[in-house]
Structures are given as structure tokens and as C-alpha cells.
């Protein structure tokens, strides 16, 4: 399952915002990435997310498999302010 979301944060993209978006992902049992550009990273692995570099208004896709896919693509896409 995919979806494309548009980066809306309040906060710059840092260290502590990463940090709890790892955090949300790590909630789920699915397998989770995000793609920006050619770039695709773990959403569980922190040094991985922090590589992607997330800027408000940047469009990435967020890609979940697994039992609880549709409900950690949510989240996330909340997290990220949609």
C-alpha cells in the first residue's frame, strides 16, 4: 500500500521530529518507507529518515506491507501534517 503526502510540519525537520516520527513508525508491525526522489529509506531506522533530509512542502510516498498497513500509512501521514 502507497500514499503520496505533502510535508506540512510546524517544526523544522530535525533531530527530535525524526526522532518521533522513527517512533510512530516503530508502533507498527509492517514494514515501513519513505520515498522522496530516488532516495527510499526505513522509516524505523533513525540514521536512515535523517538521510531524506524532510522539508515543508516536499512531497514523499509513504509505503506500508504488512497486517497493519493501512493504519501505520495513517499515522504517519498524520505525523507529517496532512
Known amino acids: 500500500m502507497k500514499r503520496?503526502?505533502?510535508?506540512?510540519?510546524?517544526?523544522?525537520?530535525?533531530?527530535?521530529?525524526?526522532a518521533n516520527l522513527v517512533q510512530v513508525a516503530n508502533k507498527y508491525a509492517s514494514k515501513i518507507h519513505l520515498q522522496m526522489g530516488e532516495a527510499r529509506v526505513n522509516?524505523?531506522?533513525?540514521?536512515?529518515?535523517?538521510?531524506?533530509?524532510l522539508?515543508?512542502?516536499?512531497?514523499?510516498?509513504?509505503?506500508?506491507?504488512?497486517?497493519?498497513e493501512e493504519e501505520a500509512i495513517n499515522a504517519l501521514a498524520r505525523f507529517l501534517g496532512e
Open 43 to 53: 522509516a524505523k531506522s533513525i540514521m536512515g529518515m535523517m538521510s531524506l533530509a
Open 55 to 68: 522539508m515543508n512542502g516536499e512531497t514523499v510516498v509513504i509505503e506500508a506491507e504488512g497486517e497493519d
Open 4 to 18: 503520496s503526502v505533502v510535508v506540512r510540519m510546524h517544526e523544522e525537520l530535525e533531530a527530535r521530529p525524526i
